[in-house]
């Protein structure tokens, strides 16, 4: 009696409520809402707000992209190797990274009194909040393997996550956008209007009529407002989070040896499917983080949709919110590669069709919306597929535990490096195009550049990562035999502590 007691103390031990869950999801908002006002309007702030040069631009996009990328699995690495704490070993990063990155988060969107030192200002508190943050994502992304023992509600707080997360997505995009639309600042004449009247180009006829009293400096502190509404909302997601949720220790089995940086690069790269799930949704993601970084910048100055650009945005990860419940459910019911396959190829025909037809604000919203049908896919599959694949390495190598934040460190590695080489190529192309910062029309060279980054790249590399994913071998069976797998090993370890537990109570 007293072992089935124990057994079931510990069943519920595992339990998690509903409010843990939501607290565990809560913490996910962070990560979603700046990157989303990062990869959004970056771009476009720092080419008409902040008028830094596209060269230095693409430097700046590049190297912060690329700087985060490598912290992660440093992060990753630091993280496994912290020791346990009262508070835990993976909260305490997250509550000492979030101060210091909110307030360099704030900086990236305030433009220094100066000229000369402008890109270094952008590029080093750029680089400090992705440093940062990683310090709270890498732990965060962790944490799911220790919130509980039971996979089943492991699986529960990830579908809490995922929506929390894409509601994010949403948020910041509306407190960014709609906040910064309403400081939108004229635009300038094209060349051709320049040489006409150099002299008095923002007085020209016809040119922003609407809006005439809003300067550069409207525009400048409507950042700087919504940066720090999104600052005090990272602050309140990580207190929640740290208030809401408990490690167990005793969800983690016993770690293996410690292993140096390189070691644990070599095991996680080593191993197959991780390997060929990473290619698949570097590829994938690529693709649509190139949509992500140049759509509000093609909205406003191919289109021109100057003062419509930050609704389409909104549309866009509108749809991806109400797609998700969708998504979750077609991917239970007809498997997770189905899913990507089927949410990936849906998207490409509107890609081709905003392109295609000339510009038309009924059509670009309407391909909005499907694009954020895909945008979903991309965003849930992942966060879904990585869990699968930790289970598989563990049921392959027993032995080694306790890594598991190498796994996701090194999957958010890949994918920042990636966005950081699309956002610098992209923007450097524009820069050979041509681009005329806040031009009211722009040469045809930036127009066709435009339309390749939003359409013919991301298909391109879309059709990469699909044709990966086809050789992903851990299908439905494998994962749920995984799964029984894993729950009979831990079962067997439970039973094993609780007779050592009544033997030394009886000695």
């Not at 300038?188 to 809006?211: H, M, R």
Request: hydrophobic content about 45%; overall charge neutral; glycine content about 6%.
């Amino acid at each position: 009696m007293t072992s089935r007691s124990q057994a079931c103390s510990k069943h519920e031990q595992n339990r998690l409520s509903v409010c843990n869950k939501i607290c565990y999801a809560i913490g996910g908002a962070p990560y979603q809402i700046t990157g989303c006002a990062l990869g959004f309007f970056l771009q476009i702030y720092l080419l008409d707000v902040a008028q830094i040069d596209p060269f230095y631009a693409s430097i700046i996009l590049f190297v912060g992209r690329a700087w985060d990328a490598v912290t992660d699995p440093t992060v990753g690495f630091l993280v496994s190797r912290s020791p346990w704490t009262r508070f835990g070993r993976m909260l305490p990063w997250i509550v000492l990274s979030t101060p210091l990155a909110v307030i360099s988060y704030f900086l990236i969107w305030y433009v220094p009194p100066f000229e000369n030192g402008k890109v270094i200002w952008y590029l080093f508190f750029y680089c400090l909040f992705q440093s940062l943050q990683t310090c709270f994502h890498v732990p965060y992304s962790a944490l799911t393997m220790f919130i509980s023992s039971e996979q089943k509600e492991r699986d529960s707080a990830t579908a809490y996550r995922m929506t929390v997360e894409v509601l994010g997505t949403l948020l910041g995009t509306a407190i960014q956008g709609q906040i910064v639309g309403l400081a939108n600042a004229p635009c300038i004449p094209g060349p051709a209007d320049i040489l006409a009247e150099p002299s008095n180009f923002s007085a020209s006829p016809g040119l922003n009529e609407s809006k005439p009293v809003i300067s550069l400096e409207h525009t400048r502190t409507a950042y700087m407002i919504a940066s720090g509404v999104i600052c005090l909302i990272y602050i309140i997601c990580a207190v929640v989070l740290f208030f809401g949720v408990r490690e167990q220790k005793e969800s983690s089995r016993p770690r293996s040896e410690p292993m140096s940086f390189f070691q644990g690069i070599k095991l996680v790269m080593g191993y197959g499917p991780y390997a060929k799930l990473v290619m698949a949704f570097l590829f994938t993601s690529l693709g649509f983080m190139l949509l992500e970084g140049n759509f509000a910048l093609f909205c406003s100055a191919t289109l021109g949709f100057r003062n419509d650009f930050q609704n389409i945005l909104l549309v866009i990860m509108l749809s991806a919110t109400l797609a998700i419940p969708f998504w979750q459910w077609f991917l239970t019911r007809f498997g997770k590669k189905t899913a990507v396959y089927v949410g990936t190829l849906v998207v490409i025909p509107f890609m081709i069709l905003v392109v295609s037809l000339k510009s038309n604000l009924a059509v670009t919203y309407i391909c909005s919306f499907a694009a954020g049908v895909g945008v979903a896919v991309a965003f849930l599959l992942p966060w879904s597929m990585l869990p699968d694949v930790v289970d598989d390495f563990q049921v392959q190598n027993p032995d080694f535990t306790g890594h598991e934040a190498l796994f996701y460190s090194f999957y958010v590695f890949f994918t920042k490096f990636a966005s950081g080489v699309s956002l610098g190529i992209s923007t450097l192309s524009l820069d050979f195009a041509g681009y005329i910062s806040r031009g009211c029309s722009q040469p045809k060279e930036v127009d066709l550049t435009l339309k390749l980054l939003v359409s013919a790249a991301p298909i391109a590399l879309m059709a990469i990562g699909l044709s990966i994913i086809y050789s992903y071998p851990i299908n439905e069976e494998k994962r749920q035999a995984n799964r029984k797998l894993l729950q009979d090993l831990r079962e067997n370890e439970a039973d094993s502590e609780t007779d050592s537990a009544e033997l030394a109570n009886v000695v």
